[in-house]
């Protein structure tokens, strides 16, 4: 418990510092100095700051999906990642101006694929289907989220969340059930 505690306390002192400078400016002695441990606990915790802004990531949207991981309530799950994301705009709006694409993907991969798999699971159930097929379609799916989702930061977070949550359902109802009918 304690240990969550320090990773809190140095994910709080990444956000906050972020707001003052860029995250390449940022140091382990920034980080270190403002929230008051040792380098020696940050190492123990993190390899690097950007193993520290991945952790922020993941804890983020963890706690915004919470149990929004079915077929009836994915929707919901992607809109409160996305209301997360705008609501720690500007710490992603750092982290996306100073981290490749690549790694933001990374980053986004696990959380969306999290999402999805439940979904294609719950689908599949009584279906003949292929685990490798399954995590084909559930990765595919992720992807697409992923991409709406950096359109829409790369945008400025502009357009409400509720409604791209709600344009990328129209786009995905049936789309679940017809591909994993063709597998």
């Known amino acids: 418990m304690a240990g969550q505690l320090t990773k809190r306390a140095l994910e709080d002192s990444l956000k906050r510092l972020l707001l003052q400078k860029p995250l390449t400016k940022i140091t382990i002695a920034d980080l270190t100095e403002d929230c008051g441990v040792s380098r020696m606990t940050f190492y123990y915790h993190f390899q690097d700051i950007y193993d520290l802004v991945e952790w922020a990531c993941e804890e983020d949207a963890g706690r915004a999906l919470a149990n929004n991981k079915t077929a009836d309530t994915w929707q919901v799950g992607l809109e409160n990642i996305m209301l997360a994301v705008r609501d720690n705009k ?26 999805i798999e439940g979904v294609v699971e719950e689908h599949a159930a009584g279906k003949s289907v292929s685990q490798s097929d399954k995590d084909f379609l559930s990765r595919f799916f992720a992807h697409a989220f992923i991409g709406v989702m950096l359109d829409w930061i790369a945008a400025g977070m502009a357009e409400d969340p509720s409604a791209v949550a709600e344009r990328v359902s129209k786009i995905c109802e049936g789309q679940i059930d017809a591909a994993l009918a063709r597998f």
Do not use: G, K
């Open 90 to 115: 500007p710490f992603i709006m750092n982290v996306y101006h100073c981290v490749s694409a690549e790694r933001i993907q990374r980053f986004l991969q696990p959380v969306t694929f999290d999402l």
